[in-house]
């Protein structure tokens, strides 16, 4: 099939989240505005697109980057749990 089988809405997400943000609540008002949707939402859209071997084809330094990211926050929720 290869990386054209992502939606338009996928491949905007994809483009949005190479986006750079400098204020805290900037990138959930953008969220909201540009995909009417809620950050909640918008990140379980993200997570479930990050698993999709289509968006690795599409971007692969990005969706790599977002993986490692999202890897990073579970270590660090583990480690505070066990360090209880």
Known sequence: MGAS?????EKAILAFERQWWR???AKEQSIRAEFDMTPAVYHQV?????????AL????ILVRRLLRLRQ?????????????
């Open 5 to 9: 089988s992502l939606t338009e809405r």
């Open 72 to 84: 990073t926050r579970h270590q660090a929720r583990v480690a505070r749990r066990e360090a209880r």
């Open 57 to 60: 084809e599409f971007d692969p």
């Open 46 to 54: 993200l997570s479930a697109l990050l698993e999709d071997p289509q």
């Open 23 to 25: 204020f805290s609540g």
